[in-house]
């Protein structure tokens, strides 16, 4: 086998390898908690609805004012709950083993998004392959990128927006490079029609354009339908949707042989592909939320009333400036100068470094040196800058809203990190004295920007996939087991401060909101377990807040007969823990830490590390034995966790303890 084959099989193995790793990422699981959205957005609401435990959906699901839709969220993460419902019935019967978890409930959501997102793979092979474009390295790229390993299985809305968008892309640039050769075949047929000096040859040429295929309806319906879908997915998909379906539309105009009536058709045709979309969800929503019953429908008592158009809704609730600032306001340029680079690093600099130099030769006039606007880069070009242009005016801007960028990023510029090998790539001029030790530092500085990538995204999956806020499912599982083994006359107050929502959920605690039925007898159960956030307060309203739930709980415990035990728990940063004990010595209040769970950073909370690492210097640099290198990096680990603690009200000073 030659170096050039040897190559390629290499590439194929690391590609395979990467797929793999990304699967089992999945199941391994990625304890990091991007952020609260990732659960409240779909799992907390659908787990709430399917396995009927208590939940605590966010305030974008109140039916007065819904603003998210839920055919998506229902088709992904509600499938997937439906099937571990119905396993589950099944394992207790044979098995006698329950596998409605917390495992389960993180994972199998994860896990079809996942096997989706290959959906992203498949569209950048087949757009590379029908433009006769180098793929392999280019999905390496894709593979190795953090938004896709960590991102592209998570539960995020935004997360199912890279799908629709790759597939939006996908269709447009099959229908765009259809088009090109339509109208190359139309061109290269009316050349030799107008050349022809015989009849004949003119009949012949005459009828051979006929049977060409019309190209003015290609893909319209799937583009109409997967730009519903991803709207009602999240609305803001607009943004990334109208340069591919503009571009869908365009396409041929402005040649002779297409007219601007075929132009205007185009537009009407896909307005009408919209309708059995957008006719759907709605539908789906309107049940979803109450505003349609089947009673109502049965007794024809349906007008305008009684359908909710979500995404409607959304534009609505963020056009108000008042809105969107109690969610935090960040300064327009955000996207484009900070989260471009955070998120896609070398990737996105290449790429704001490329479109300045379009901009200057924009403005030098040298427009034969650009993309011709018939061309997929230039498709490509348009569907990365305008959705982060467009997403710019909002003054709220998180990393994650343009995360379904990274498809058009890796098609232009995958090939600056890792080219793919050819004779082109590593040829040595002929002037050359010295041939083989250039051809040596090609090979070597070819890999150097692909190294600093990986290294890169592999950095950031370790922060975001399992340090960033990690602690939290852990501590969920801890708390899942040690209600469940506990008798049903305890209940749990469980506060937490500096991380993020607990997703109640997955304490998998019946409803106690809803009414149950056994031997025509109907029923409720008692609400066991209390959720108390108390966010980045100050420690000392933490501790004031705390002491007062534990003395009431000690109140009610004394004073009324056969009430329920209970236990009160604090779930805190450990970067905390130093401040949150010095005030707790000076509170009537018993208390221990129950455990630890690592790795886990919050940044709301984030560990000082400066002195832990002035000392280690010192170690070499001053010989200080004080303690070892390796207690140094333990404190250090130390303050990346998050702590459990328990507490009883006292009655006195002098029974405040703190049990190591």
């Excluded at 939940?55 to 839709?69: A, K, M, V, Y």
């Excluded at 109502?296 to 009333?305: A, Q, R, T």
């Excluded at 250090?636 to 006195?652: A, N, V």
Aim: hydrophobic fraction near 45%.
């Amino acid at each position: 086998m030659g170096k050039m084959g040897f190559y390629r099989n290499s590439h194929d193995i690391f590609l395979y390898g990467l797929r793999a790793f990304r699967i089992l990422l999945i199941f391994a699981p990625q304890i990091g908690y991007i952020h609260p959205d990732e659960y409240f957005q779909s799992v907390e609401v659908l787990a709430g609805k399917i396995f009927d435990v208590e939940n605590s959906p966010p305030w974008e699901f109140n039916t007065t004012f819904p603003i998210r839709g839920m055919t998506i969220p229902y088709f992904t993460t509600g499938m997937s709950y439906i099937f571990l419902r119905d396993i589950n019935k099944w394992s207790l019967e044979y098995l006698s083993l329950n596998v409605v978890t917390p495992y389960f409930l993180l994972m199998l959501p994860r896990f079809l998004v996942g096997l989706l997102s290959f959906l992203v793979d498949y569209c950048l092979y087949q757009i590379c392959l029908n433009n006769n474009e180098k793929f392999k390295t280019r999905l390496i790229v894709l593979n190795t990128s953090f938004v896709i390993l960590v991102f592209g299985s998570r539960t995020f809305s935004n997360s199912l927006e890279i799908i629709f968008f790759a597939l939006l892309l996908y269709f447009v640039c099959e229908s765009q490079t259809f088009s090109n050769e339509l109208l190359r075949k139309k061109e290269y047929l009316k050349y030799r029609y107008d050349k022809s000096t015989t009849c004949i040859e003119k009949a012949k040429f005459h009828k051979l354009k006929l049977y060409l295929v019309s190209d003015t309806y290609t893909n319209g319906l799937l583009i109409a339908t997967i730009t519903i879908f991803g709207i009602f997915n999240r609305p803001t998909f607009i943004g990334f949707a109208v340069v591919p379906v503009f571009f869908w539309i365009y396409r041929g105009t402005g040649i002779n042989r297409v007219s601007v009536l075929q132009f205007h058709s185009r537009i009407i045709f896909f307005a009408l592909c919209c309708i059995p979309a957008l006719i759907f969800n709605i539908i789906i929503d309107s049940f979803y939320y109450g505003y349609i019953t089947w009673g109502e429908i049965g007794m024809l008592d349906v007008s305008i009333n009684n359908f909710v158009v979500t995404p409607l809704n959304f534009i609505r609730y963020n056009a108000q400036s008042k809105n969107l600032a109690k969610h935090g306001l960040h300064p327009q340029y955000l996207h484009l100068l900070i989260n471009i680079p955070l998120l896609f690093n070398i990737l996105g600099i290449s790429a704001l470094h490329a479109l300045g130099q379009y901009i200057y030769l924009f403005f030098r006039k040298q427009f034969h040196l650009l993309p011709s606007i018939r061309s997929i880069k230039m498709v490509m070009i348009m569907s990365f800058i305008t959705p982060v242009l467009l997403l710019s005016v909002f003054p709220h801007q998180e990393a994650r809203f343009i995360i379904p960028i990274v498809l058009p990023l890796v098609y232009l510029h995958g090939l600056n990190i890792l080219p793919e090998m050819d004779k082109a790539v590593v040829r040595v001029p002929e002037y050359s004295l010295n041939e083989k030790s250039q051809t040596t530092t090609v090979k070597r500085t070819r890999y150097i920007y692909f190294k600093v990538w990986f290294a890169l995204n592999l950095l950031l999956v370790v922060f975001f996939g399992f340090v960033h806020q990690g602690g939290i499912y852990s501590a969920i599982n801890y708390l899942y087991k040690d209600i469940k083994y506990t008798s049903l006359d305890t209940e749990y107050h469980i506060i937490t401060s500096h991380i993020y929502s607990l997703p109640e959920s997955f304490l998998l605690q019946r409803n106690s909101n809803k009414l149950y039925y056994k031997d025509n007898v109907k029923y409720s159960v008692k609400k066991r377990v209390y959720l108390y956030e108390e966010g980045s307060k100050d420690l000392l309203l933490v501790v004031n807040n705390l002491e007062k739930l534990a003395q009431a709980r000690d109140f009610l415990a004394i004073n009324i007969k056969h009430s329920k035990k209970y236990k009160l728990y604090l779930l805190i940063s450990s970067s905390r823990n130093i401040d949150l004990e010095r005030i707790l010595e000076r509170k009537y209040i018993k208390f221990k830490k129950v455990d630890n769970f690592w790795p886990h950073i919050s940044t709301e909370a984030f560990p000082d590390y400066t002195h832990y690492c002035f000392d280690i210097i010192s170690i070499f640099f001053d010989n200080c034995e004080s303690l070892s290198f390796l207690d140094y990096i333990r404190k250090i680990l130390d303050l990346s966790q998050l702590t459990l603690y328990e507490f009883e009200y006292t009655k006195s000073t002098n029974e405040t303890t703190l049990i190591r």
